[in-house]
């Protein structure tokens, strides 16, 4: 198993450019979550899913969207992206909700935004 | 809503020292209560949890971690701390309703001196 893993592993982008990131995970979990991380802050909740074909927002929704077109990917979009957006973003993957069960993370995209 | 506080932002440690990690939280009820550990460059791992019996649970690489009611925390605890424990930890909280996801702290950077 290859658990969840993330593409790609950096980028670097320029104010107004948009850009997908993914998530994919092969542990037939239900439950998918988009996080950022940023210094002193720990991590943020961006959006989540609790099943294919479903998406919610988390903490800090503005500026991203999601799509969860198939259970085991889950795709982070900036479609305009601004320097506030400069973070480390991790996905994370739980086969039950992830207040109550394992969460199982990726190791990370770096996205810096110029 | 929940939130979660880790007062120390940086400890340091002697190699072979025990180790204490505080983490308050603030929910109307009995919170789900998880450590998560963060390598350099890695995503988060699951130290332990914490939903319900038994207020001093046990978790992977010797780590503990006990959870007292009246104070609101769940510190985390090592007898002896190894150099490869350096690291960055995190305290989260799990709401067990709404939004089926984590509320984390801002994290505790742990650095081990030989």
């Known amino acids: 198993n290859a658990g969840v893993t993330q593409t790609p592993k950096f980028r670097v982008l320029k104010t107004g450019q948009s850009m997908t990131l993914l998530c994919a995970q092969d542990?037939?979990?239900?439950?998918m979550y988009w996080y950022r991380q940023d210094p002193g802050m720990g991590l943020r909740l961006i959006h989540y899913?609790?099943?294919?074909?479903?998406?919610a927002k988390g903490e800090v929704p503005d500026g991203y969207n999601v799509s969860r077109l198939k259970k085991q990917n889950f795709l982070l979009g900036l479609e305009s992206a601004a320097p506030s957006q400069t973070s480390v973003y991790f996905c994370a993957s739980s086969l039950l909700a992830g207040d109550t069960d394992t969460q199982y993370f990726g190791p990370g995209t770096r996205l810096t935004v110029l | 809503a929940q939130s979660v506080t880790q007062p120390d932002i940086h400890i340091t440690v002697s190699e072979g020292a025990s180790l204490e990690l505080r983490c308050n939280y603030s929910y109307g009820a009995t919170p789900y209560l998880f450590w998560y550990v963060q390598s350099p460059g890695q995503g988060l791992q699951l130290l332990l949890k914490?939903?319900?019996?038994?207020?001093l649970v046990q978790g992977i690489k010797g780590f503990e971690a006990e959870f007292k009611r009246s104070q609101s925390s769940f510190n985390l605890r090592k007898p002896s701390v190894h150099w490869s424990d350096a690291a960055e930890y995190f305290c989260?909280?799990?709401?067990?309703?709404?939004?089926?996801?984590?509320?984390f702290g801002s994290g505790t950077r742990l650095q081990v001196q030989p």
């Open positions: 989260a909280v799990g709401a067990k309703t709404g939004r089926r996801a984590l509320t």
């Open positions: 542990m037939n979990h239900e439950y």
């Open positions: 914490y939903f319900s019996g038994d207020t």
């Open positions: 899913s609790v099943g294919e074909g479903t998406t």
